[in-house]
């Protein structure tokens, strides 16, 4: 027995929970991340699961994972390999040895290594014995076994008994990494809290696996990852579809504008859907949509009333709704289009992050068709970008599209929590009653936004809609030479957001050796690998762009100062074709990646040392 185990500090560590779908993999990774950042660890996580509602069980395609970074130092990817492998089957154990960092701690449930369930996962001979596993700590855990025993006296069935044994493995994490239980028996109440029964049975699983650590030879050390020494203020962990929906709360409440969501549920944006719907108390009105193009439109039309105005997609609904981003476009009405990206074309990854919908949102419609596109960074800055999305599109009277990802989607980390009075005010056009000359496209001198008058407001009568608006009046116009006006005044209304937007930063000085371009979700992994390569003396810097279209003012010049170029995007290179389009003066190398997955850190370092000591040769 272990009774005064070693502790050992660590920085950081990176957790991998895997198994079935039906196994809790998700849960709990989720209460694990739960509990560190309750006690001040920072944090970085990534939900890995199949797109099949019930893949074959026991199987390499079935395997569901959920991987955690914590740390006492900052945290910004949820980390390349992983020290700790929990695998509740052969397939889970194949499917992430890759990922493994040498002399891993793996936790399996040795009662599912058998020789049916190697069959499954197409193993030739026994893992546990072919020497493949040598160099790594193997804690073979009955946890089926033990779990079922320990439901026992609470007359649970067999399929709800095993549906309580990844409280097993969480009882286990916590003892490993000195967690206090009863964060984790909180956990479980808060969960399970109308039915009182399965509290009981989760807690009593959750204290066997803590125990049964407590017991082993195998697990004669435990770790300790002290809180974030730099995290001051309140904090929570938080993924990024509900980041974007609290953003998008935050800007209805700050604008005065009600908050109305009109969308078609779809992976992986249907969690802001949701979100959103369980926010009626704070005025969110919802509606489930019977297809994408209704969800739109549905939204078009509130924005018309004078709604914040919001619909939330993925790639192939980006797709459908097409057309009404048009109409959007030319009534310019404004209204926020979430786009959480993931593996295409067509169905394609449902459940994988890809970056590959850039060029569908600067072009994808008929015509020309300009809105304003930003992207966010961190699950986290989920929110910020949520809340910018409709400040821009409320003050500038246009639709804006936000792109997020799956990886930013279903991710977490820690948000720092602000205070509404702190957040930008936001400030629609909007005109009072029998407003003295009133015409729909009279507009702003400074950022040629049109003037808002809704339907009831007296003496505020207007015509707005698809086919084309004389300038000012907006009476219906075929005349040739108003559409080119219309045409570029809407061009020109978009272009001028640069002059509200932040300049772009750069990680490292300007003229570096080599300046690292990324967008979107990819920072985290760019940022990590950079900054080691700076602390190791290396002449690179990072340029990491939310603001899309338009770009920020200063591009030109961080282009122009450096020295080399390489553009890292997770698709075959539609930002590196966006800016050769822009800045065709400047040359730019790529690295692209499209395999469902975000970037490695180690494999971005090994690009840029080759880069930085080749010349790019």
């Known amino acids: 027995m272990s009774k005064n185990p070693r502790i050992i500090e660590l920085?950081?560590?990176?957790?991998?929970f895997a198994g079935d779908s039906g196994d809790g993999m998700q849960l709990t990774g989720s209460q694990f991340s739960d509990t560190s950042a309750f006690v001040g660890n920072d944090l970085s996580t990534f939900p890995d699961y199949p797109s099949e509602i019930r893949a074959p069980q026991g199987t390499v395609a079935g395997v569901s994972g959920y991987q955690v970074h914590i740390g006492h130092k900052d945290v910004t990817t949820p980390g390349d390999l992983a020290d700790v492998l929990v695998a509740m089957n052969p397939a889970a154990l194949k499917t992430n040895m890759k990922w493994l960092k040498p002399g891993a701690t793996v936790i399996i449930d040795i009662d599912n290594f058998d020789q049916k369930n190697y069959k499954k996962a197409e193993y030739i001979e026994d893992p546990l014995n072919d020497g493949s596993l040598e160099g790594y700590n193997i804690v073979k855990a009955p946890i089926t076994s033990l779990t079922r025993s320990t439901v026992k006296e609470f007359g649970l069935d067999a399929k709800t008994a095993d549906k309580t044994k990844n409280q097993f493995v969480a009882g286990i994490l916590f003892w490993l990494f000195n967690r206090d239980?009863?964060?984790?028996?909180?956990?479980?109440?808060?969960?399970?809290?109308?039915n009182a029964d399965l509290v009981n049975a989760n807690i009593a699983v959750l204290r066997g696996g803590y125990n049964y650590a407590e017991t082993i030879e195998a697990?004669?050390?435990?770790?300790?990852?002290?809180?974030?020494?730099?995290?001051?203020?309140?904090?929570?962990?938080?993924?990024?579809n509900i980041a974007t929906a609290w953003g998008l709360l935050a800007a209805s409440e700050k604008s005065g504008c009600g908050l109305f969501l009109g969308s078609y549920p779809i992976t992986p944006a249907t969690e802001v859907l949701q979100e959103l719907a369980s926010r009626k108390h704070l005025g969110a009105i919802t509606f489930q949509a019977e297809d994408e193009i209704a969800g739109i439109c549905s939204a078009i039309g509130a924005s018309?009333?004078?709604?914040?105005?919001?619909?939330?997609?993925?790639?192939?609904?980006?797709?459908?709704?097409?057309?009404?981003?048009?109409?959007?476009?030319?009534?310019?009405?404004?209204?926020?289009?979430?786009n959480v990206q993931r593996g295409g074309p067509s169905t394609g990854l449902p459940t994988k992050t890809e970056q590959a919908d850039l060029l569908q949102a600067l072009y994808g419609r008929s015509g020309e068709s300009p809105v304003i596109v930003v992207a966010a960074t961190t699950p986290a800055n989920c929110f910020t970008y949520a809340y910018e999305a409709a400040k821009l599109s409320l003050e500038h009277m246009t639709p804006v599209i936000l792109l997020t990802d799956g990886y930013l989607a279903n991710g977490s980390e820690l948000w720092h929590i602000p205070e509404m009075k702190d957040m930008p005010e936001i400030n629609p056009p909007k005109v009072k009653d029998n407003h003295e000359g009133y015409m729909p496209y009279i507009r702003d001198p400074e950022n040629l936004a049109r003037m808002w008058a809704v339907p009831g407001q007296e003496g505020m009568r207007h015509r707005v809609g698809g086919l084309e608006k004389a300038d000012k009046t907006g009476e219906v116009s075929h005349d040739p030479y108003n559409h080119q006006v219309m045409v570029g005044l809407r061009q020109e209304k978009v272009d001028r957001v640069a002059n509200y937007i932040s300049d772009q930063e750069v990680m490292g000085e300007k003229d570096a050796d080599l300046l690292v371009i990324g967008w979107g979700g990819t920072y985290g992994a760019l940022y990590s690998a950079v900054k080691e390569l700076q602390n190791e003396g290396r002449s690179i810097s990072l340029a990491q762009f939310s603001y899309i279209s338009p770009l920020p003012k200063n591009t030109e010049d961080i282009l122009k100062h450096a020295k080399s170029r390489v553009i890292c995007e997770l698709n075959l290179g539609q930002f590196a074709m966006y800016l050769r389009s822009k800045f065709p003066q400047y040359e730019y190398k790529q690295y692209n990646k499209v395999q469902g997955l975000p970037f490695m850190i180690?494999?971005?370092?090994?690009?840029?040392?080759?880069?930085?000591?080749?010349?790019?040769?």
Do not use: C, Y
């Not at 939330?312 to 709704?321: F, H, I, Q, Y």
């Open 11 to 16: 920085e950081d560590v990176v957790v991998k």
């Open 181 to 194: 239980l009863t964060i984790g028996e909180n956990f479980i109440q808060k969960k399970f809290k109308k």
């Open 219 to 240: 697990m004669s050390t435990t770790f300790l990852v002290n809180p974030a020494k730099n995290k001051k203020g309140l904090f929570r962990n938080i993924t990024g």
């Open 304 to 338: 018309f009333t004078g709604k914040l105005a919001v619909t939330s997609t993925s790639g192939p609904g980006l797709a459908l709704k097409g057309e009404a981003i048009g109409l959007a476009v030319i009534t310019e009405l404004p209204i926020v289009i979430v």
């Open 602 to 617: 180690s494999e971005l370092k090994a690009k840029f040392i080759d880069l930085l000591e080749n010349k790019g040769k």
